[in-house]
């Protein structure tokens, strides 16, 4: 295998291709699964990711967590591997598995050399992890413990405890608002998971992207082969409606020396008519980081924060806008009070144009930056085909982000950050 | 599902968190910019050009014409090594200063100008190196490197700029440092490890220099050490080799050569026994790290320790299917998590680093005596060809994929010059490692892992005080 693995290297200098469009061929499997496709013939690589509409969503109310190990234990045990056959075969092809669960999506990530016995095995194997996971009693009870462990610890942790008592302010009684507990995984069974995959990893709740070093009939016959032996199920059941919060401000005592502070609200979905407005405005607000108001008013002028940030994450339903930074307890309200004065002048005035001018520029000279490696572009094509948006979606975010206009963002940030729902968290507060 | 070790070897500062790098990977966007870490295991970027300029400072370019995009990076040999008792922490410090203003341009305008080129900018600071980027379109990289070229000789210092933002740079510490529980103890195994060698300070500093250090001290770290001579560029992407050369003369070339500091050599008097350390901090698990002194990789051609080393972290933690996942995590059980870290690749000294977390109801002594039992099983019955070949598929397969990312190239032939060797040295490095055979990794693992050149560090958990949540109506925002 070594002299393959070579030859394909030698290949690396001959092409060259400068890329400035992502080109996105889409079709459907016959068993119901999208799939989205990129060729890019530079590298001697491909990336696959399969999405699934099966995150922490649709985890029952109880058993928060299933999703997760669900995913995380694809790997546990498949067809008649165990899992040292799986971690064996996956390292003898030089191939790479990623992926995780988030509050939609279940994903699994590959990456694999091109040449095809080394692509043939790992595909092979994805193939057998997606369709056939076998979830072992023993290795499930050993994951539960590893899980359980770090859930302890990272219960100790201010940034974990504020970000998951954040969460479940903001989402009271909605899905996105759990997370997993000592409990809750303490009640997970295996019966537990093969219901959950037999539900949910099925052809028609997934989206399999590919990009790289293959051909369109080479791409459908990997999708194929990975999504084939799928159960074909429904369309995935709609996620639950979010109900926004009421104001409300959390104190969590705590020994650190830094207070930790998150403020926000949902706000924001994927395929939002204001998503452009709130990129935007966002940049200027908290999001371009040094040159943002946020990092001016509280770390450039006042020395309060090595880390703050605003920040939109879009999900299925309306996603977390989340203000966040980590500042001395001592001066913890003092910081808080400047974040609220910086959020609530730019709800009132929205941008400068010289703002706006600068936010553009970046976003638009910048946007070749966004997809100048296969990685970022399968990034970008996974989440289009996942949440269904259109394939000219990279093309059009230039132009989209230039036609935006400072009316536009005052009036997307004044509907969607109401100060009647913004929620407050400080961990290890003065 | 592989667990993941916790060691970052001489994981390098950035000035600027990760919301600043990477707008397009909202995932974590508290988590501070960690780039990566230089790896021994590299290769030779195909098509990779070298020229030096008059007054001593040199231009690596690659040209990788795949998007129409360049990194542009400024490295100085200059890092927490070179510091000084009193005043350690300064290097890092002078990292955030140098966005702070020059004769030409005003504080923060140089962020203002990457942005508005639509690039990223930021900087890292490691025990070895300061280095600088930015990721701009192909055609910005004239205006990037003028802005180096003006930072590099026109700094100002101010004063009021200092006194604020030496207050992030402790906001800094308390967030990486002294709130992690896992960072102490990783601190506090480098300060006892190393009793002379300037590698016991941490490169954030201690809380104390840096309430004491001034303004003054950043500006005589400036002027001591921030010259073309001390510095190389590297420029990685959408670019012609010439005409990169061609706007290096034209940037850096008239900037003069100045005379630096002599650098004694810092040698530590060899370990002669054991040392151990605890740290108690409020947490739920305990934590072990164990590290012993090594050989470092002096010369790619003639050394070979290095590389066995090297592989001996790879059959032992390299992959989903090395020894410790399959052993002492899936097999035994007794850990949560164990790892495995070498590099050789340093200007100081290497170290040899196992870590881990036992598992509930087993103890830190424990999971020691597992760790050093698959030390011991190497020395004694070596490792199999089966093993030695998935190492080394992965190393293959990683250069293939490193390839896709040119900020990882450009970490790379930054990271070997930073430790004195070459960029030429990556070919070396990949073909030495691709040579090394199971009797020297046995060899090694009999070699140096005796308990006179060891250090262990454990964190005992310390219970955390009841806390009770309040709640109120919040006010006081305006509308």
Redesign the interface.
Do not use: C, W
């Given at each position: 295998?070594?002299k393959r693995?070579?030859i394909?290297?030698i290949c690396?200098?001959a092409a060259?291709?400068?890329?400035?469009q992502v080109k996105i061929e889409h079709w459907t499997t016959p068993a119901g699964a999208r799939v989205y496709f990129v060729e890019t013939r530079?590298?001697?690589?491909i990336d696959v990711q399969v999405d699934f509409a099966a995150g922490s969503a649709y985890d029952p109310a109880d058993k928060p967590g299933l999703a997760a190990l669900t995913r995380?234990?694809l790997?546990?045990g498949a067809g008649d591997l165990d899992?040292?056959k799986i971690?064996?075969r996956?390292?003898?092809?030089?191939?790479?598995?990623g992926g995780s669960a988030d509050d939609d999506r279940a994903s699994l990530t590959l990456?694999t050399?091109s040449s095809k016995p080394e692509r043939e095995a790992a595909v092979e194997l994805v193939r057998t992890l997606l369709q056939q996971p076998t979830f072992p009693a023993a290795?499930l009870d050993?994951?539960k413990?590893?899980l359980?462990?770090?859930i302890?610890?990272a219960?100790?942790?201010?940034?974990s405890i504020g970000s998951k008592?954040f969460m479940a302010a903001i989402y009271p009684g909605h899905p996105y608002g759990y997370h997993a507990t000592v409990e809750s995984v303490g009640r997970i069974e295996r019966d537990d998971l093969v219901r959950f995959h037999s539900a949910y990893y099925t052809a028609r709740r997934a989206s399999v992207s590919i990009v790289g070093d293959l051909s369109r009939a080479e791409a459908e016959a990997l999708a194929i082969r990975l999504t084939d032996g799928l159960p074909e199920g429904g369309e995935a059941e709609p996620i639950p409606e979010v109900v926004l919060p009421q104001?409300?401000?959390?104190?969590?005592?705590?020994?650190?020396?830094?207070s930790h502070i998150f403020v926000g609200l949902p706000a924001m979905r994927r395929g939002d008519p204001d998503f452009f407005p709130l990129l935007v405005g966002n940049?200027i607000l908290?999001?371009?980081?040094?040159?943002s108001r946020l990092?001016?008013e509280v770390?450039?002028?006042?020395?309060?924060?090595?880390?703050v940030?605003s920040?939109?994450?879009p999900y299925r339903r309306l996603g977390p806008f989340?203000i966040?930074l980590?500042?001395?307890r001592e001066q913890a309200e003092e910081a808080l009070?400047v974040v609220?004065?910086t959020?609530?002048a730019f709800?009132?005035k929205g941008p400068t144009e010289d703002e706006l001018k600068?936010a553009k520029?970046?976003?638009?000279?910048?946007?070749?930056?966004?997809?100048?490696?296969?990685?970022?572009i399968l990034?970008h094509v996974a989440m289009i085909g996942f949440y269904g948006l259109p394939l000219d979606y990279l093309d059009r975010y230039p132009k989209e982000v230039a036609k935006v206009t400072s009316a536009q963002i005052r009036d997307a940030f004044s509907r969607r950050i109401r100060?009647e729902n913004?929620?407050?968290v400080i961990v290890a507060g003065s | 599902m592989k667990p993941r070790s916790l060691i970052t070897l001489f994981a390098a500062l950035a000035v600027a968190g990760a919301a600043a790098a990477a707008p397009a990977a909202p995932a974590t966007p508290a988590t501070p910019a960690t780039p990566a870490t230089p790896a021994t295991m590299a290769a030779a970027p195909a098509g990779t050009y070298e020229k030096t300029l008059s007054n001593g400072m040199r231009v690596i370019v690659k040209e990788d014409r795949r998007a129409p995009t360049v990194v542009h990076m400024v490295w100085y040999r200059v890092g927490a090594m070179d510091e000084v008792d009193g005043t350690s922490g300064v290097a890092h410090v002078l990292e955030h200063m140098m966005f702070k203003g020059t004769r030409n341009h005003k504080s923060g305008q140089f962020n203002e100008l990457v942005a508005a080129a639509g690039g990223r900018d930021n900087a890292f600071t490691s025990l070895d190196y300061t280095a600088y980027y930015q990721q701009v379109p192909a055609n910005r990289l004239d205006q990037m490197m003028a802005l180096e070229a003006d930072r590099m000789v026109n700094l100002i210092v101010d004063p009021k700029e200092f006194s604020k933002e030496i207050k992030v740079v402790m906001e800094e510490r308390r967030m990486r440092t002294d709130d992690k529980p896992q960072a102490l103890v990783h601190e506090a195994l480098m300060a006892t490890a190393f009793q002379a060698h300037p590698y016991r300070r941490p490169i954030i500093g201690w809380m104390s220099d840096l309430e004491n250090m001034t303004a003054a001290d950043a500006r005589d770290w400036y002027r001591n050490w921030y010259a073309p001579n001390n510095a190389y560029v590297i420029v990685i992407g959408d670019v012609d080799k010439d005409e990169v050369f061609r706007l290096a003369e034209k940037n850096y070339g008239k900037i003069p050569r100045r005379a630096l500091p002599p650098r004694k050599p810092l040698g530590e008097p060899e370990q002669a026994g054991i040392k151990r350390l605890t740290v108690k901090a409020p947490a739920k698990l305990p934590y072990l790290a164990m590290a012993w002194k090594v050989p470092e990789l002096r010369n790619a051609s003639k050394d070979r320790d290095p590389f066995a080393l090297e592989v001996l972290a790879g059959v032992l933690d390299g992959h989903d299917a090395a020894r410790f996942s399959k052993t002492l995590v899936r097999g035994s059980k007794i850990a949560v998590s164990a790892g495995a870290g070498y590099d050789g690749t340093v200007r100081g000294e290497a170290l040899f680093f196992l870590d881990g977390t036992p598992a509930e109801g087993r103890t830190v002594a424990e999971l020691e005596q597992a760790l050093r039992a698959e030390i011991e099983r190497v020395a004694k019955e070596g490792v199999s060809p089966e093993e030695l070949a998935r190492v080394k598929t992965q190393i293959i397969a990683g250069q293939v994929y490193k390839r896709d990312s040119m900020f990882a190239q450009a970490m790379e032939v930054g990271g070997i010059e930073a430790a004195g060797l070459n960029w030429q040295d990556l070919d070396t490095v990949i073909e030495k490692l691709r040579s090394v055979t199971a009797e020297e990794v046995q060899e090694v693992a009999r070699k140096y892992f005796k308990d006179d050149a060891l250090t262990v560090a454990v964190l005992d958990p310390q219970p955390l005080p009841e806390k009770t949540e309040k709640k109120t109506a919040a006010t006081g925002l305006r509308h």
């Open positions: 295998m070594m693995l070579l394909g290297m690396l200098a060259s291709l400068a890329q400035a530079v590298l001697p690589i995380s234990l790997d546990a899992e040292e971690s064996g996956l390292v003898d092809t030089g191939a790479r598995l990456r050399l290795v050993r994951e413990k590893r359980i462990a770090g302890k610890e219960d100790t942790r201010p940034a008592r104001r409300e401000k959390l104190r969590i005592p705590h020994h650190a020396t830094q940049y908290g999001g371009g980081g040094f040159v990092t001016k770390r450039e002028k006042r020395g309060f924060a090595y880390s940030y920040h939109f994450q989340e966040g980590q500042t001395k009070k609220d004065t959020l609530a709800l009132e600068r520029e970046n976003l638009i000279n910048g946007f070749a930056l966004r997809i100048d490696s296969n990685k970022k990034d100060p913004l929620v407050t | -």
